[in-house]
């Protein structure tokens, strides 16, 4: 079983940063792309940033040049540093991991962290 657990959200003022954490547990025997999704009431999930296991990454064009994505694969743990945040920023940001098991080493699944509540004031 393959636990993830976020950190790191919080109320911030407008203009101000934040760094998530989200660190997998478990029977991992490797994981391959993560990412952060976040979604805001009334509006469906949004991929806001992702990693490969190499290290390249993808942002949303909305938070581009402001969010940054990271990784340290030692601590099976991902990171979003988000800076100038916005108001339109507030959201539940999840984490999300593709991960083989030590059961199963052949087959990568998507495992989903609980969420972390980030909310942005003007």
């Known amino acids: 079983q393959v636990q993830l657990v976020e950190s790191g959200g919080g109320l911030v003022q407008a203009g101000g940063s934040l760094r998530l954490s989200c660190v997998a547990s478990?029977?991992?025997?490797?994981?391959?792309?993560m990412a952060w999704y976040r979604q805001a009431p009334g509006k469906q999930r949004e991929l806001v940033a992702g990693i490969t296991s190499g290290g390249s990454t993808n942002y949303a064009d909305s938070v581009k040049g402001r969010f940054t994505i990271s990784r340290d694969n030692a601590k099976n743990t991902v990171y979003l540093r988000m800076n100038s945040l916005k108001p339109e920023d507030t959201a539940v940001y999840l984490c999300?991991?593709?991960?083989?098991?030590?059961?199963?080493?052949?087959?990568?699944?998507?495992?989903w962290g609980q969420g972390t509540q980030v909310t942005v004031s003007s």
């Open positions: 999300n991991a593709d991960v083989a098991t030590i059961r199963n080493k052949f087959i990568l699944l998507k495992y």
């Open positions: 478990g029977s991992i025997f490797s994981i391959n792309d």
